[in-house]
């Protein structure tokens, strides 16, 4: 089992940028991607941006290049840094690993609004 910390989240004013830290904890060793999905009110699901162990990253649409994962192996960290925020970004923002099985944090609330 694995399991995470989430930090970082909050109000935020458009244009403005945020950093979400996700740290892991428990059977890590084989986890070969982490990142970060989330979910508008009302909306699926969807990715944001995943890191693999092998440097690849996936990453949805509306990225557009203001967010990047970045990650810190040695202390099992994962974090999003999100720039140029707008008001649709707003959403709960999930922490993800995976090895064999997804592992889903409990997901942290980003809200941008002036």
């Known amino acids: 089992q694995v399991q995470f910390v989430e930090s970082g989240g909050g109000l935020v004013q458009p244009g403005r940028s945020l950093r979400l830290s996700c740290a892991a904890s428990g059977n890590t060793f084989s986890i070969d991607r982490m990142g970060w999905y989330r979910q508008v009110l009302g909306k699926s699901r969807e990715l944001v941006r995943v890191m693999f162990s092998n440097g690849r990253t996936d990453y949805g649409d509306f990225v557009k290049g203001r967010f990047t994962v970045s990650r810190d192996n040695a202390k099992n960290t994962v974090y999003l840094q999100m720039n140029s925020l707008e008001p649709e970004d707003t959403a709960v923002y999930y922490c993800?690993?995976?090895?064999?099985?997804?592992?889903w944090g409990q997901g942290t609330q980003v809200t941008v609004s002036s």
């Open positions: 993800y690993a995976a090895d064999t099985r997804p592992y």
